[in-house]
């Protein structure tokens, strides 16, 4: 970004002098390699050849203003305006020499001729001209089109929706449109419309097409009017390869309508009222019975039908009565144990009913000469069979019928038992039931090992838990150490690792603790040992606090402008050191700054505000976090 920077005299300090080369070099590397912002102040580029040469996308966020005599614009690629575009030259506003889209509006509001377009024109929106429109060439616009006055398209016209014309339409070949209103005439080769209003005669010299629904807003429509005398008279309908097309005809010599027969190309007329008759007694092959007349007959032919039905009906009745008389005084009944057999005297014919076997059908009173169809009795005793001591034992025949059933107890041979297994099931010993269970053992119930114990346990093949104990846990004595020792494993001196320091307890058990000194360690020896890193991938807050408690290393990414403040520092008189690393992220021109920091020669540290780079900083204070003395250690370090 720009910022000024004061003069400098001969009493200024090389503090003040390398202060202001700082920032001149900032304000140089921000202009050549990063983003520069002049908030202030006009810019002029006066090179008479080339004055300012943009690579790739330039934004203005104000006016862009050409002006001058002979200035001008010139842009060799697309040209993108989020607003609106003033052509105020009174002469020429806008010249194009190719093809011109405009997805939105366009409305040409000239006194006299308000868009003349040479070539094609495609327009994705709408568009209004205030009074004529001339377009040399085919005209596309994607939703409606209004014209004031006339409007001249030398080839085709596609309009999306609706084509409205205030004076006379002039076209060259065809018009395709949805709607289409001219308040005048129409001069057209070929006129495509979902909806055209014509309010005079409309003259058609070829062929009249309709492509979609047709609506007309009057109750009459009428066919060769302009013919002086009656002729016949057609509607067609192009059936195309599947045959013969369909029509409906008006034949003025028989003045009746006819269907065409597609199948054999013979009209056929259509029945009006006046063919249809009431009558039912009518003989007509023009005449078409009604449902009245179908009705008549049909009462009609109810009313006899019943009476010749009735009389046919006691002529029958009476026929069968005297031959089922006849039959019964001439026929006689054979009955036998097994069949029943009926024989007609005057003939031959006998009917016979004979049981499959001797247990198939119960003739009973064959002195009566009644049959009763049934089944025999089978010999067994309607009972239960079966119960908790007995099992039933049955006989069935081939037609699924029980013939015979009794009960067989259920017997256990003597040398049969069931007896528990000894320490593992529990039986009761006079009854001899068996009670599932497990025997007890010698353990007694209750919780085993402690802090202090570790219990010891037995375990049978069948892995039950025969003797459980607690031992007292033993630990052996660290020879040569007092209790309440600190005991270093390495001899030389060197702590490795955490588990080289150990404590005897007073019960003599070694433990191997946690470091946290408050005091003083005096003569210290550390070789090979690492430090803890606290790291914040983000900071997007204005203010931070860096806790000291938390350690000495400080590797920090900073998303905003931050004030860095140091919390919980050691008392007064005990030193601390920190390292804090400041990442700018891969946006940059963050600013930080740090409190109750001090400097050499109070000239505070320029840090870096480049994407993706980073500055390391050391601070140290003495006195309880009053004052923080600072350097800069490393800056404007890459990071990738």
Same mark, same amino acid.
């Given at each position: 970004?720009?910022?000024?920077?004061?003069?400098?005299?001969?009493?200024?300090?090389?503090?003040?002098?390398?202060?202001?080369?700082?920032?001149?070099?900032r304000?140089?590397?921000?202009?050549?390699?990063?983003?520069?912002?002049?908030?202030?102040?006009?810019?002029?580029?006066?090179?008479?050849?080339?004055?300012?040469?943009v690579?790739?996308?330039? !934004?203005?966020?104000?006016? *862009?203003?050409?002006?001058?005599?002979?200035?001008?614009?010139?842009?060799?690629?697309?040209?993108?305006?989020?607003?609106?575009?003033?052509?105020?030259?009174?002469?020429?506003?806008?010249?194009?020499?190719?093809?011109?889209?405009?997805?939105?509006?366009?409305?040409?509001?000239?006194? =006299?001729?308000?868009?003349?377009?040479?070539?094609?024109?495609?327009?994705?929106?709408?568009?209004?001209? /205030?009074?004529?429109?001339?377009? /040399?060439?085919n005209? $596309? !616009?994607?939703? $409606?089109?209004?014209?004031?006055?006339?409007?001249?398209?030398?080839?085709?016209?596609r309009?999306?929706?609706?084509?409205?014309?205030?004076?006379i339409i002039?076209?060259? =070949?065809?018009i395709?449109?949805?709607?289409?209103?001219?308040?005048?005439?129409?001069?057209?080769?070929?006129?495509?419309?979902?909806?055209?209003?014509?309010?005079?005669?409309?003259? &058609?010299?070829?062929?009249?097409?309709?492509?979609?629904?047709?609506?007309?807003n009057?109750?009459?429509? &009428?066919?060769?009017?302009?013919?002086?005398?009656?002729?016949?008279?057609?509607?067609?309908?192009?059936?195309?390869?599947?045959?013969?097309?369909?029509?409906?005809?008006w034949?003025?010599?028989?003045?009746s309508?006819?269907?065409?027969?597609?199948?054999?190309?013979?009209?056929?007329?259509?029945?009006?009222?006046?063919?249809?008759?009431?009558?039912?007694?009518?003989?007509?092959?023009?005449?078409?019975?009604?449902?009245?007349?179908?009705?008549s007959?049909?009462?009609?032919?109810?009313?006899?039908?019943?009476?010749?039905?009735?009389?046919?009906?006691?002529?029958?009745?009476?026929?069968?009565?005297?031959?089922?008389?006849?039959?019964?005084?001439?026929?006689?009944?054979?009955?036998?144990?097994?069949?029943?057999?009926?024989?007609?005297?005057?003939?031959?014919?006998?009917?016979?009913i004979?049981?499959?076997? %001797?247990?198939?059908?119960?003739?009973?009173?064959? %002195?009566?000469?009644?049959i009763?169809?049934?089944?025999?009795?089978?010999?067994?005793?309607?009972?239960?069979?079966?119960?908790?001591?007995?099992?039933?034992?049955?006989?069935?025949?081939?037609?699924?019928?029980?013939?015979?059933a009794?009960?067989?107890?259920?017997?256990?041979?003597?040398?049969?038992? !069931?007896?528990?297994?000894?320490?593992q099931?529990?039986?009761?010993?006079?009854?001899?039931?068996?009670?599932?269970?497990?025997?007890?053992?010698?353990?007694?119930?209750?919780?085993?090992?402690?802090?202090?114990?570790?219990?010891?346990?037995?375990?049978?093949?069948?892995?039950? *838990?025969?003797?459980?104990?607690?031992?007292?846990?033993?630990?052996?004595?660290? $020879?040569?150490?007092?209790?309440?020792?600190?005991?270093?494993?390495?001899?030389?001196?060197?702590?490795?690792?955490?588990?080289?320091?150990?404590?005897?307890?007073?019960?003599?058990?070694?433990?191997?603790?946690?470091?946290?000194?408050?005091?003083?360690?005096?003569?210290?020896?550390?070789?090979?040992?690492?430090?803890?890193?606290?790291? &914040?991938?983000?900071?997007?807050?204005?203010?931070?606090?860096?806790?000291l408690?938390?350690?000495?290393?400080?590797?920090l990414?900073?998303?905003?402008?931050?004030?860095?403040?140091?919390?919980?520092?050691?008392? %007064?008189?005990?030193?601390? @050191?920190? @390292?804090?690393?400041i990442?700018?992220?891969?946006?940059?021109?963050?600013?930080?700054?740090?409190?109750?920091?001090?400097? @050499?020669?109070?000239?505070?540290?320029?840090?870096?505000?480049?994407?993706?780079?980073?500055?390391?900083?050391?601070?140290?204070?003495?006195?309880g976090?009053?004052?923080?003395?600072?350097?800069?250690?490393?800056?404007?370090v890459?990071?990738?």
């Amino acid at each position: 970004m720009a910022n000024t920077v004061a003069i400098l005299g001969y009493t200024n300090t090389f503090t003040d002098w390398l202060v202001a080369t700082n920032a001149l070099i900032r304000e140089n590397n921000d202009f050549a390699a990063n983003t520069y912002v002049k908030p202030t102040g006009t810019l002029f580029l006066n090179e008479p050849t080339l004055g300012l040469q943009v690579a790739n996308n330039a !934004i203005v966020a104000g006016q *862009l203003q050409v002006q001058g005599i002979g200035s001008s614009a010139f842009i060799q690629n697309n040209l993108q305006v989020g607003g609106q575009v003033y052509f105020s030259n009174t002469t020429l506003g806008l010249t194009n020499s190719g093809q011109a889209i405009f997805n939105g509006q366009v409305s040409a509001n000239g006194s =006299n001729n308000g868009l003349f377009v040479a070539n094609n024109t495609v327009i994705g929106g709408r568009l209004n001209v /205030g009074s004529s429109g001339t377009f /040399g060439s085919n005209v $596309s !616009i994607g939703t $409606s089109a209004n014209v004031g006055s006339f409007l001249n398209v030398g080839a085709n016209t596609r309009i999306g929706t609706n084509l409205t014309v205030g004076d006379i339409i002039y076209n060259g =070949n065809k018009i395709y449109t949805s709607t289409l209103d001219a308040n005048t005439s129409i001069f057209t080769t070929t006129l495509n419309a979902t909806q055209a209003q014509i309010t005079g005669q409309l003259t &058609v010299g070829g062929n009249f097409v309709l492509t979609g629904a047709t609506i007309y807003n009057s109750n009459n429509f &009428v066919i060769n009017s302009g013919s002086v005398f009656a002729i016949n008279s057609q509607f067609a309908v192009n059936r195309g390869t599947s045959g013969a097309n369909a029509s409906i005809l008006w034949e003025e010599t028989s003045k009746s309508w006819k269907f065409l027969d597609v199948d054999n190309g013979l009209y056929y007329k259509i029945i009006s009222e006046k063919e249809l008759s009431n009558s039912s007694s009518l003989n007509s092959s023009s005449n078409v019975a009604t449902s009245a007349a179908v009705f008549s007959a049909n009462n009609f032919l109810q009313t006899y039908a019943q009476t010749y039905t009735n009389t046919a009906n006691t002529s029958l009745k009476s026929y069968v009565d005297n031959r089922a008389n006849s039959l019964v005084q001439t026929a006689f009944v054979n009955v036998n144990a097994n069949s029943v057999t009926l024989t007609a005297t005057s003939n031959t014919d006998t009917l016979t009913i004979t049981s499959a076997t %001797a247990n198939g059908i119960n003739v009973l009173n064959p %002195a009566s000469k009644t049959i009763d169809i049934g089944l025999r009795n089978s010999g067994v005793t309607p009972t239960t069979y079966g119960n908790t001591t007995s099992i039933p034992s049955i006989t069935v025949d081939a037609f699924g019928r029980i013939t015979s059933a009794s009960n067989t107890s259920i017997t256990i041979p003597p040398s049969t038992s !069931i007896i528990a297994n000894s320490g593992q099931l529990t039986a009761n010993a006079s009854t001899g039931i068996v009670a599932l269970g497990l025997a007890d053992t010698t353990v007694v119930a209750g919780s085993y090992g402690s802090s202090t114990q570790i219990p010891s346990f037995n375990v049978d093949s069948k892995g039950r *838990l025969t003797s459980v104990s607690n031992n007292a846990i033993s630990v052996a004595t660290a $020879s040569g150490y007092q209790p309440n020792s600190i005991i270093f494993a390495n001899t030389n001196g060197f702590l490795s690792n955490t588990n080289s320091l150990q404590y005897l307890t007073s019960n003599n058990t070694i433990i191997t603790p946690n470091i946290a000194v408050s005091g003083t360690i005096s003569t210290p020896r550390f070789r090979a040992y690492t430090e803890a890193v606290n790291v &914040v991938t983000s900071i997007t807050s204005s203010t931070y606090n860096i806790d000291l408690s938390q350690g000495n290393i400080f590797d920090l990414t900073v998303n905003n402008n931050i004030t860095f403040t140091f919390t919980n520092p050691p008392p %007064a008189g005990a030193m601390m @050191t920190s @390292t804090v690393i400041i990442r700018q992220d891969g946006v940059g021109s963050r600013l930080c700054t740090f409190t109750n920091s001090r400097y @050499t020669d109070n000239d505070v540290p320029a840090l870096t505000t480049l994407p993706n780079k980073a500055d390391v900083l050391t601070f140290f204070t003495v006195s309880g976090g009053t004052i923080y003395f600072g350097s800069l250690a490393m800056a404007n370090v890459a990071l990738t």
